[in-house]
C-alpha cells in the first residue's frame, strides 16, 4: 500500500510550515535518507527526509503552500511493485487523535493566527486585541493598525531603537548568523552589521557580565537569552551587578540594559526549560519587569525597555511568538512601562493576568459571558512597578478578583496581587480573592500531564464563578 | 610574542619570596620613585588608619585591607592613561586611592557617612567613581572579571584605545566565569588586562590547597592569551609589565594576564585570625620585600635624607588623619536616602 508522507512537526512548537520547495520529482526514486522537500517554520528552513524507499507517487501539497498543518499528507511514496495505479489505496488522511496528541497544547492551536491567506476553518478564535473593549489610550483615533506576529513586533522594536540609537546593540546565543534560534533577532545582522548584532558563545554567566560591564561604561546592551531557564547561570550578575549598582554607587553608576528572551512553559520541553521567573525577578529593587501579551504591546514596551535608564526583565513567551495582532503604524509607539491595561470591561469580576497567562484570561471571559457573568480583564504588561491603582480601582468596582499566571502558586506574582487587593481594597472585596497558577509540580513532559500542570480555561472559569458564588 | 612569556619563578614553599626572578626591572627617575612612595604610603597608612577605626567600632561588616600589596595598584596605575578604567573585588580600598579617589570620601564610605562616595550606601566593598573611571569595587568573587571584560567590550565597540584593568586574586582565579570571559575577550580581541594578585591566600586556603595550576600567568593558555608572572612587591617591575601588557592592548592584540606575586600581611578580613600561616611567614616577607621599604632604600642609597622621607610620611598621615576625622563627623545619610537611588 502506499505510504503517506506527512507534514512533519519539525520544533517542539511548530503547528504548521510553509512547503517551500520540493527537491524530488513525481515519479523518483526515493531511499531512506533522501532530502525530499524544504519546509520553513516560524524558527528557520528546514529539510525533510524520507524514511521510506521507494518512488514519489504524488505531490499532494504543491511547493509554495503557506501554512501546511503538522501531519497534513503532503504526499505519497509508492513501494516497489506499486505503481500510480495504487494512489488511491493510500490511507485517509492521517487520523485526527493522533494529531491531536502530537500538537502542543490546545490553548496555544486555538489562538493559531490567520494571518496569512489559510484554511477557512480558524475563524472564531478571537485574538487578543480585537476582544479590547477599551481603546488604548496611547494610540491616537484613526491610527491605520498594521497585523503582525509578535516576533515582528519584537524585530522591529529592536531595529527601531538600534537605527535611533547607535549605543544599542544586541548580544546573545544565535542572534546573529543563524537568525535568532527563534527568528525573533532575523534581519538585524544584516542591517546593523555583526560590530552591533552579536553571537557569543554558549556562557550565559559570561556574558550576562560583559553586558553589565558595557552597560556600565555607557552602552545599551540588550542581551537575548534564548530561553530565561539559561539566565539561572547568569542570576548572579542580572541581581548582583546589574540590579544594585547604581544603589550600590550612591546614584553615581547605573546600568540601562534589557535581558529578553522567552520565559515559561514552551510546549513538550519539560522541567527544565519550562519555568516562570516571573515572581523571581519582580520581587528585586532595581530591576523593571516587564511580561507583554499583545503584538502592540510586545512593540511599544520593548522600545520602551531599550530606552529605560535601568535594567529591564523583558520576559518574552515562546507559544505567543507566531500570534499576530495588530500594531498601531506609529513612527514611534512607546508605551510607558509600569501601566496595566484593561483589556475588556466588565462589572461582575476582576480578572487579572499577564503574558501568557492571558489567553486563558480571555478565552474564560468569552465563557464566563455566556452564562451571564461579566469580567473585567486586565493585563497587567508590566509586573515591577506594578500598576496597583489599576487593579484596585477595578476591584473596587466588582469586588473580586481572580489572578491567572503560569508560574507557581507559593510566594508568586497571584499572591503579591491579593496581597496588594487585600491592603487597599479590603472593605470593597465579596469574596476571597482567588488564585489560578501553575501546579505545584516540576512540569513534566507526557503530553497530557503537562496539560494538567498548566492552567486552564476551566480552571478559570471555576474560580470567577466560585467568587461570584456561582 | 604570542606565546605566553614568563620569568622563571618556582612554586615557593610559603618561605621565600616570589617572583623574585630573572633581571632587575628597569630603574625609576627620582621623581617617579617619590611618587610610587608617596602613593604607596598613602594606601597603607591609609588601611592602618581603617584597621584602628575597625577596631574602635567606626567601621563596620567586612573590611579587607590592602597592606602588603601596595605596589600593585600603584605600579599598574602609573601604566595607564587618563580614560583607561578600573575594576576590581572587595580588597579594593588601594585601588580607589591609587586610581586618584579621595581619601576623605573612601574614609566616609567605610564609616557609612553622607560624605562617602557611595554616601553610606555601599560599604568597603562597593565604591565607584564615574570621574576617576573607577568602576568597583564589588563583593561578589569573580563577576568583576566579566564586568572588566564588559567595560573593554565598550572601548572596542567605541574604537577608542582605552584599556580596562580587571584586578581579581588567587581565589577568583578558580571561578568559571573567568574562563567564560577569557575567551570571548580572546575572541574578540577586547583591551583588557586582567591582573591576578597572587596574595597566596583565598581567604585561608592556600594557593596550592585550591589550584589545580599555581602559575597562575598560565590560566589563559588553552584560550591563547599570553601570561606574565610578576614580582608584585617592587613596584618597578609592577610598572614594566604594566607597560609592556598597556601596549599589547592598545594596539588591537586583545587580552593579557599579569600574575601579580605579592603578600598581603593581614588577615583576609578584620575578622580572620590568620591561623593558616605562621607568624614567622609574614615577617619574612615584612623583612625581605616589603614594597615601601624597597624604595625608600633606594632613595636612601641615591643620597636622600631621612628626614625628606619623613616628611612625605608626615603630609601622607595629615591627608589620612584628616580624612579619619572627617568620616567620624560626618553625618549619616539622611533617612530619604533609604529609597533614593533605587531607579533613574
Known sequence: MPIQVLMPALSPTMEKGNLSKWLKKEGEAIKSGDVIAEIETDKATMEVEATDEGTLGKILIPEGTADVAVNTPIATILADGESAADLGKAPAPAKQEKAAESVPPAEAKAEAPASKSGGGEEKKAPSAPKAAAEPDPEVPAGTEMVTMTIREALRDAMAEEMRRDPDVFVMGEEVAEYQGAYKVTQGLLQEFGAKRVIDTPITEHGFAGIGVGAAMAGLKPIVEFMTFNFAMQAMDQIINSAAKTLYMSGGQMGCAIVFRGPNGAAARVAAQHSQDYSAWYSQVPGLKVIAPYSAADYKGLLKAAIRDPNPVIFLENEMLYGHSGEVPKLDDYVIPIGKARIVRTGGHVTIISWSNGMSYALKAADELAKEGIEAEVIDLRTLRPMDTDTLVASVKKTGRAVTVEEGWQQNGVGGEIAARIMEHAFDYLDAPVARVSGKDVPMPYAANLEKLALPSVAEVVEAAKAVCYR | ?344
Not at chain 2, 92 to 110: F, N, P, S
Not at chain 2, 230 to 240: E, F, I, P, Q, Y
Not at chain 2, 282 to 310: C, F, G, T, W, Y
Request: hydrophobic fraction near 35%.
Open chain 2, 1 to 344: 610574542m604570542a606565546a605566553p612569556k614568563k620569568s622563571a619563578t618556582k612554586e615557593t614553599s610559603g618561605e621565600k619570596a616570589q617572583g623574585n626572578g630573572s633581571s632587575s626591572p628597569p630603574e625609576f627617575t627620582r621623581d617617579q620613585e617619590l611618587s610610587a612612595l608617596r602613593d604607596m604610603l598613602l594606601i597603607r597608612r591609609f588601611e592602618e588608619k581603617a584597621g584602628q577605626l575597625y577596631g574602635m567600632g567606626a567601621i563596620g561588616g567586612f573590611c579587607h585591607l590592602y597592606i602588603g600589596q601596595e605596589a600593585i595598584v600603584v605600579g599598574m596605575q602609573m601604566a595607564l592613561k587618563k580614560g583607561d578604567q578600573v575594576i576590581t573585588g572587595y580588597r579594593d580600598h588601594g585601588h580607589m586611592l591609587a586610581t586618584g579617589m579621595e581619601a576623605k570620601g573612601v574614609m566616609a564610605e567605610l564609616t557609612g557617612r553622607h560624605g562617602g562616595y557611595s554616601h553610606g550606601k555601599g560599604g568597603s566593598m562597593h565604591m565607584f567613581s564615574k570621574e576617576k573611571n573607577f568602576f568597583g569595587g564589588h563583593g561578589i568573587v569573580g563577576a568583576q572579571v566579566s564586568l572588566g571584560t564588559g567595560l573593554a567590550f565598550a572601548n572596542r565597540y567605541r574604537g577608542n584605545d582605552f584599556v580596562s584593568l580587571a584586578y581579581f586574586g588567587d581565589g577568583a582565579s578558580n571561578q568559571g566565569q573567568v574562563y567564560e570571559s577569557f575567551n570571548m575577550a580572546e575572541l574578540w580581541k577586547l583591551p583588557v588586562i586582567y591582573v591576578i594578585e597572587n596574595n597566596r591566600y583565598a581567604m585561608g586556603t592556600s594557593v596550592s590547597r585550591s589550584s589545580a595550576q599555581t602559575d597562575f600567568s598560565k590560566r589563559g593558555v588553552s584560550f591563547n592569551i599570553p601570561g606574565e608572572q610578576v614580582d608584585g612587591m617592587d613596584v618597578r617591575a609592577v610598572k614594566a609589565a604594566g607597560d609592556m601588557a598597556v601596549a599589547w592592548c592598545r594596539a588591537g592584540k586583545g587580552p593579557y594576564i599579569l600574575e601579580m606575586q605579592t603578600y598581603r600581611y593581614r588577615g583576609h578580613s578584620m575578622s580572620d585570625p590568620a591561623k593558616y600561616r605562621t607568624r614567622e611567614e609574614v615577617d619574612k616577607v615584612r623583612h625581605d620585600q616589603d614594597p615601601i621599604e624597597q624604595v625608600r632604600n633606594r632613595l636612601l642609597a641615591a643620597k636622600m635624607s631621612e628626614q625628606e622621607l619623613k616628611a612625605i610620611d608626615a603630609e601622607v598621615r595629615e591627608i589620612v588623619n584628616a580624612a579619619a576625622d572627617f568620616a567620624q563627623h560626618d553625618p549619616e545619610p539622611d533617612p530619604s536616602e533609604l529609597y533614593t537611588d533605587i531607579y533613574r
